[in-house]
């Protein structure tokens, strides 16, 4: 995917974020991503949504699933799996909240690639049913399955080190 390349669908989700308190000696609070909204809710980012016995539910904003058709092959596999998922990336922020929304994806290796980023929290959630029916329209739409063809190999010549000019390892 090219960085220039503009998405052929954008899918705009809300993100549910859950807050609760850790078991950890080094850190009193821990928090994840937990659902995904099919439609963009008309309500300020970091609305409470419940809290009960230590743990908050938040709405923490809207991102989007942006699909290409040249990672149509992945959201396919993503579909085909057991458990179809999209995947929430929050990042740092120095902003009132400790996270911010940076990413929703429905491309596994984009997940992937978000989590390597190692201060990101990235967790993969159910993908609503909605969600996954506009999403085989455009892989129905969109792609076409490569056909992988095997390179034959050439056999190895055992007496190509020998043909080397007798001049090259003359010279000094």
């Known amino acids: 995917m090219s960085p220039a390349a503009e998405p052929l669908l954008r899918i705009p989700l809300g993100v549910v974020v859950e807050r609760r308190r850790s078991a950890s000696p080094w850190t009193d609070l821990v928090w994840c991503g937990t659902a995904v909204l ?16 230590g743990v ?28 179809p998922s999209v995947w929430i990336v929050l990042s740092p922020s120095e902003g009132a909240w400790p996270y911010v929304v940076a990413a929703i994806t429905a491309d596994p290796a984009e997940a992937e690639a978000f989590a390597e980023a190692g201060a990101n929290l990235v967790e993969a959630v159910p993908m609503p049913a909605i ?4 999403i085989e329209s455009f892989i129905a739409e969109h792609y076409v399955e490569r056909v992988f063809v095997k390179r034959a190999r050439r056999r190895a010549d055992p007496e190509a080190l020998a043909h080397r000019s007798s001049e090259s390892g003359r010279r000094q």
Not at 56 to 77: P, Q
Not at 131 to 134: A, C, G, L, N, Y
């Open 131 to 134: 969600v996954r029916e506009t």
């Open 38 to 53: 099919p439609d963009e809710p008309d309500v300020t980012p970091w609305t409470l949504i419940r809290e009960q016995d």
């Open 56 to 83: 908050a539910l938040f709405y923490a904003g809207t991102a989007t699933v942006d699909l290409y058709r040249s990672e149509a092959g992945r959201y396919s596999d993503n579909l085909a799996s057991r458990t």
